[in-house]
C-alpha cells in the first residue's frame, strides 16, 4: 500500500477539436453556465456543435489550476444572499482519517473553506425555496444548462420535437427556471448542492430532463492515494460524469475529500457508513447512532452533496435474502444487516431518519436513499426482499420530503431484460416519482471483464423507461479497482447509453449530435466525425492504425471496405447521377416502371 | 499492401479451465457433437458446466492441426448417403482472383475437395428434407448441440422453466430432432450447411432456439492477407461465432477463401456481388447477369454455406433513399443501386431471382436476403426505404421457399431504442417468420469507436423480441478494419447481447451459466468465476492487476472494497450469525418485532 502525497497535478485543456465557452441565461448576465463546443470543418457550413459539458474549468483553454487554491466558486455570491450562520465547524479527530500515523497523513486541502449552515424557518435546500414558490440561481442555471445554451425563441424555431416513447414523462422542448421550480416542489427532481459546496456547477436530476450519469472514484484499503483519487475525478468529468461518488474507505479519509471537494465542479456523493466503519475500527456491530452523526455533521460541513442512507435495510427484511443465491452485495447494506443481527435490532438509520433528515437539511444534503438489498445477480432480481426495501425507501421519502430535504432513490444491480420494466414501474408508484438513480442494472452474469456492457444494455433502458442517472460499471466491475483507463471507459459506455436513453425519450435536443455525427460521416469530415464523437482520441487512433496519412483525413474511404466498396462513396455518386439525370425530363418515365413505387422526381431527389 | 503466403499456424488449444467433450445423442452414437465443459473447484461441489462450444477442433487438446489437409469432414458421411453427382467443377479463372500476377498469388488450399451437386427431383436442401419429413443427420445433430448435450429425462429433471417473455416464440424445454425438422419446414429455421461443406459441425438459426451471433472477416483492398484471414476465422471461433462471413475483397479472393472453406467448422457466409464486382474491375455498371451467376456457382462449388443476395433493392426504391442524412449504407446496396440507376433498368438481381434460388437449391446454400437500403444513421432508421425493401424481401422469400431454398433475412443497421421493436414485429409478418438477422442495431450514433457497445444494446433488445442471429459490430465500425483483437472484442460483446436474449426470453438452459458464475462469485471460487465467463484470460488479468499472487484465487475480497468492506464476505458472516441464532429458539422471537414484516425461520435462511 502506497499513501501518496498531496496532490499536484490534473489533466487540463480542451478536448481535442473542443472549446469552452461560458453562456448566461437571458435577463442573468452574472449567471455562466459552461458548454463546449466542437468546431466543424469550414465544408461542413454547420455552425459548432454546442454540447453540455460537466468537465469544469479544468477544460479552459490556457488554464491554470492551483488544486491548493481550489476552483473558483459561482456560487459563492447566490449563497451569501441566502439566510446562513457561519460555523467554526466540528474538530477534525484522528479517527476521521482511520487513524493514520502522522508520517503517512495527506495533509488537509489548505484551500479557504467557510462552514455555513442553514436555520430554522428559512429556506434552505432547494426542495424547500421551491416548495416555497423561489426561483434560484441553482434553477436558473440548470434550466440554461438543460436547453444547451439555447433561448426560447431559438429552441423553438430550432427544434424539431423528436419522436420518441416517454411513457408518460413530460419533457418540454424549452426547459424554463419555473419549470424547474416545479419539478423539484414535486419531488420529481434534484439539485444536489450543499451550500458548503460554492465550486459547484449545478445539474438537476429528474426523469424529465436528460438523463445523467454517475461515476465512482475512491481508495479501497488495498489501493490508490489521494493524487490518484483527484485526477480520477477531473477525468470522469472530462469525459462526462455529471456527478462523481467517493467511495473511498481506509486511511486519509477525511484529508483525501477535502482535495476532492474544493477542486470538484460537480455533485460529490458519498456512503457515510463507510467512514463511521473506519471509525470504529472496521467492526460493524460498534456502529452506533453518535458516530454516524458524527460523520454526518464532518461530511456535510465538508461539502458532500448527496449521501446514501441505507435506511431501508430493516430487520425483518433480512432474512428474506438468506435464499439467494448472491445474499446482501450492497456494501451498506451488508454492514447494516450484519449490525441489525448481531444486535437483534431495528436499524439505527431507520430509528433515526428523522434526526438524519434534521441534519442533512441544515446543509442541503441531498439523499440517495439506497438499495442495501438490490440483487447480486440475474437470479435474485426482483425478490422480496428488494421490493420491500423498495416500499420502506417510498415511505421514507415522504418523511424526508416533509423534513425538506431532497430525494432520490437508488435501485438495481442485475436485472435481466425482462424483469427491469417492473422495476422502473414500482419505483415511480411507490416512490412517488422521486428520481431513480440506478446501477447498471446487469442484464447477465456470464461476462466478467465487460460488465460496463453487460450493464450498458439494462442502463440504456431504464433510463429509456425513466431513470434519472446511471451510475456507471466499469470493465473491473467483480474483478478489482478500477484504474485511470477503466474510468474513462465506464464513463463512455454510460455517456452513450444515458443518450440512447435520451433519444429513445424523444428528447428535443438528443438528436441534433447524432445528425452532425452522422452528416460529417457521410460527407467524409473525417476530424469532424471523430470531434463529435464522445471520446476523438479514441476514434481518431481506431482510424489512423490502418490510415495514418493525413491525406486519408479527407479521403472518401476507409481500411474497412477500402476505395471501390465504399457504400457512402457510391451513394454520393448515385445522387451525382441521378442530378444529372434530372434534366432529362423526357428519361424520367423510365424511372416508373417499378411497379407502382413512388419515385421522387430526381430534383429532390439530389438534395 | 501485404499479400501474405499460405496460411501456416493458427490458435490452438483449450479455453483456460475448460475441457472439450464430444457427445452423442441417444440412439446416434456416430454423431458426435462438441460441447465445452468448464471444470470447478472441487470445494463446488458442482459438476463440470456444459456449454455451447462453436470452436471446431481447434480447441481439441493436443490437437494437431494441419492447414493444407483441411478440418475432418463430419458429415462426408452423412453427404455420401444422399443423391448428389460429382462435378469436376468449373476452371479457375484469373479473374476468381482479381488477376492477382503469378508471384503474388496464394496458392489454392491443397486439401482435397470433392465437387457434388443436387438433382432435381430428389430433397437437396435442408428445406426439402424437412418438407418431405425427412429428419436428416444435421437436424438431429443441432438438436443435441441446442439442448447442450442433455437427453430428455435429464432435461426434464433438471430444467427449470426460466421466467421470461418471448413474444409468442414457441421455444421448448427439450428439443428433439422432430421440433428442428418441423421449425426447417414451417421456414421458422434454417441449418446453412453447403453440400460441398463436409467439415461443417452444423448449427441452427431460427427463433425458437439458442440466439447466433456472426462474426465478419475479410481482407480490403488495403490490408491483410491469408494466413491473418484464417486466424480471424479461428480466433472468431474461439471466443464463440456461431458463422463467420467472408466479406473479403480485392485480389486473392478465391484462393483466400478456399483456406478459410477447408479449415471452417462454423457455417461461412459471403456477399458474392463483391467478387463479381471485382471481377468486372470494380465498375458496377459492367456487372451483369452472367458474371454474377458465375460467381454463385464458383463459390457454391467451393462450399459456401450462405449468400447475401440484395435482390430486394429495386430500382424504384433508390429515389426513396435520396434525402436521407447518410443515402444507402450497404456496400452491396449501393453496388446495385448504382448499377440500376446508371442503367435505368429493374435490378438483375431481382429479375433472375428464380434462377438464383436454382443455383442455391442445389448446392444447398441458404439465403440470407440482403437488407441493400437498411439505414445508415438513427435519422433514417424505419423509414420508406427500408421498408419498402424488406417488404419485396418478404415477397422473394415466398420464391425461394418454393424453389425449396432455406432462407433468413438480414436487418438493420442504425435504430433508436423505441423504433427497434417495429422492425421485428414487421419482419415476422411481412417474411412470414423466416429468422430474422440482424446488424445490432446501433441506438446512437454519437459514439465511434465505442459501435460494439451502442449496437450491443440494440442486438439485446432485437434478439429478445425474435431475432435469430446478430451480425456483430467491433470497435473499429465505420473507422477502419478490425485486427484480432477487435475481433474478439466484438465477439464478446454479441456473445453477451445473444445470452441477455436467451435470458429475458426465458430459454430454459440459458440461466444454468449466469447462476453458475453466480455462484463462484458468492462462494469466492476467483478461479471458476473466470473460467466460467465468456473471457477467462481477461477477467484473470484484471483481477491480478491489483492482486497478482495466487493466495488471493481464494481470499474472500478483491482489491475492489478490500477486505473489511466486502459485502459478500458479510453476508456469509450474517448466514453464520443466522445459522447460530438457529438453536436459541428463545431469541427468535426478538426478531417479529419489525412490524408485520414476514420472519423466516432462522434455520431456513441458514441454508
Redesign the interface.
Known amino acids: 500500500m502506497t499513501v501518496q502525497a498531496k496532490p499536484n497535478s490534473v489533466t487540463t485543456g480542451p478536448i481535442i477539436g473542443s472549446q469552452k465557452i461560458y453562456s448566461a441565461p437571458v435577463g442573468h448576465p452574472d449567471i455562466l453556465v459552461p458548454f463546449r463546443q466542437v468546431m466543424l470543418h469550414p465544408t461542413a457550413k454547420e455552425p459548432p456543435l454546442q454540447l453540455y459539458d460537466t468537465s469544469g474549468p479544468y477544460t479552459e483553454s490556457g488554464v491554470q489550476i492551483d488544486l491548493d487554491a481550489g476552483l473558483p466558486q459561482p456560487r459563492a455570491k447566490w449563497l451569501a444572499g441566502r439566510d446562513f450562520t457561519g460555523s467554526t465547524g466540528r474538530i477534525v479527530t484522528a479517527a476521521d482519517n482511520g487513524f493514520t500515523p502522522v508520517d503517512k497523513l495527506v495533509p488537509l486541502c489548505p484551500a479557504p473553506h467557510k462552514i455555513l449552515v442553514g436555520q430554522h424557518g428559512n429556506p434552505v435546500t432547494q426542495y424547500e425555496f421551491a416548495k416555497a414558490g423561489i426561483v434560484t440561481e441553482e434553477m436558473i442555471y440548470v434550466a440554461h444548462r438543460e436547453n444547451l445554451g439555447r433561448h426560447q425563441a431559438h429552441a423553438q424555431a430550432a427544434a424539431f420535437r423528436a419522436?420518441?416513447?416517454d411513457f408518460d414523462a413530460a419533457i418540454p422542448d424549452f426547459v424554463t427556471p419555473e419549470f424547474v421550480r416545479s419539478e423539484i416542489a414535486a419531488g420529481r427532481a434534484i439539485i444536489p448542492a450543499n451550500i458548503n459546496h460554492p465550486e459547484l456547477e449545478p445539474v438537476i436530476i429528474g426523469r424529465n430532463f436528460l438523463v445523467k450519469i454517475n461515476a465512482n472514484i475512491g481508495n479501497?484499503?488495498?489501493?490508490s492515494g489521494a493524487a490518484e483519487e483527484v485526477e480520477k475525478l477531473v477525468w470522469a468529468i472530462r469525459w462526462g460524469a455529471d456527478t462523481v461518488m467517493d467511495l473511498s474507505?481506509?486511511r486519509n479519509i477525511h484529508n483525501i475529500r477535502s482535495w476532492i471537494m474544493r477542486n470538484a465542479p460537480v455533485p460529490i456523493g458519498t456512503v457515510p457508513i463507510?467512514q463511521a466503519?473506519e471509525k470504529v475500527g472496521?467492526e460493524?456491530d460498534k456502529l452506533d447512532w453518535e458516530v454516524f452523526k458524527d460523520t454526518l455533521i464532518e461530511q456535510a460541513e465538508q461539502g458532500v452533496d448527496y449521501f446514501t442512507i441505507h435506511a431501508g435495510v430493516?430487520?425483518?427484511?433480512?432474512?428474506?435474502?438468506?435464499?439467494r443465491?448472491?445474499?446482501?452485495?450492497?456494501?451498506g447494506?451488508?454492514?447494516m444487516?450484519?449490525w441489525c443481527?448481531?444486535r437483534?435490532r431495528?436499524s439505527f438509520l431507520y430509528e433515526h431518519f428523522g434526526d438524519i433528515c434534521d441534519i442533512m437539511r441544515k446543509y442541503d444534503v441531498s439523499f440517495s436513499l439506497g438499495d442495501g438489498l438490490r440483487p447480486?445477480?440475474?437470479?435474485d432480481a426482483n425478490d422480496?426482499a428488494q421490493f420491500?426495501e423498495l416500499e420502506t425507501l417510498g415511505e421514507l421519502t415522504k418523511v424526508a420530503w416533509e423534513k425538506g430535504c431532497q430525494v432520490m432513490i437508488e435501485g438495481p444491480g442485475h436485472v435481466?431484460?425482462?424483469?427491469i420494466k417492473a422495476n422502473m414501474d414500482k419505483q415511480l408508484k411507490v416512490c412517488h416519482e422521486a428520481p431513480f438513480y440506478t446501477l447498471g442494472p446487469l442484464?447477465?452474469?456470464?461476462?466478467?471483464?465487460?460488465d460496463?456492457?453487460?450493464s450498458?444494455?439494462g442502463a440504456?433502458?431504464i433510463g429509456?423507461f425513466g431513470t434519472a442517472m446511471l451510475c456507471y460499471v466499469t470493465?473491473?466491475?467483480?474483478?478489482?479497482?478500477p484504474?485511470r483507463e477503466d474510468v474513462k471507459h465506464g464513463v463512455?459506455?454510460y455517456?452513450?447509453?444515458a443518450?440512447?436513453?435520451d433519444?429513445?425519450?424523444?428528447h428535443p435536443t438528443a438528436?441534433l449530435?447524432?445528425?452532425a455525427?452522422?452528416?460529417a460521416?457521410?460527407e467524409f469530415r473525417w476530424e469532424d466525425?471523430?470531434n463529435?464523437?464522445?471520446?476523438p482520441d479514441?476514434?481518431r487512433n481506431?482510424?489512423d492504425?490502418?490510415?495514418p496519412k493525413e491525406a486519408h483525413k479527407t479521403a472518401h474511404f476507409?481500411?474497412?471496405?477500402?476505395?471501390?466498396?465504399?457504400?457512402?462513396k457510391?451513394?454520393?455518386?448515385?445522387?451525382d447521377?441521378?442530378h444529372r439525370?434530372a434534366g432529362l425530363v423526357a428519361?424520367r418515365e423510365?424511372?416508373?416502371?417499378?411497379?407502382g413505387?413512388?419515385?421522387?422526381p430526381?430534383a429532390?431527389?439530389?438534395?
Not at 443465491?325 to 456494501?331: A, D, F, L, N
Not at 413505387?597 to 421522387?600: G, K, L, M, N, P
Open positions: 419522436d420518441g416513447e479501497s484499503a488495498v489501493t474507505t481506509g463507510y466503519l472496521g460493524a430493516r430487520l425483518g427484511y433480512i432474512p428474506l435474502t438468506a435464499n443465491v448472491t445474499g446482501i452485495v450492497s456494501r447494506g451488508s454492514i444487516a450484519h443481527l448481531s437483534h431495528e447480486g445477480s440475474n437470479a422480496a420491500a435481466p431484460m425482462h424483469k442484464t447477465t452474469d456470464i461476462a466478467p471483464g465487460y460496463h456492457i453487460t450498458a444494455i440504456a433502458m429509456w470493465p473491473k466491475e467483480h474483478l478489482g479497482l484504474n463512455i459506455t455517456k452513450l447509453a443518450h440512447a436513453a433519444l429513445a425519450k424523444g438528436r449530435r447524432d445528425d455525427v452522422s452528416r460521416r457521410f466525425q471523430f463529435l464523437g464522445l471520446d479514441t476514434a481506431f482510424h492504425e490502418t490510415l476507409c481500411s474497412m471496405c477500402g476505395p471501390k466498396f465504399c457504400s457512402m457510391i451513394s454520393h455518386d448515385i445522387r447521377e441521378a439525370v428519361q423510365a424511372f416508373k416502371e417499378a411497379g413505387q413512388i419515385y421522387i430526381a429532390d431527389a439530389a438534395e
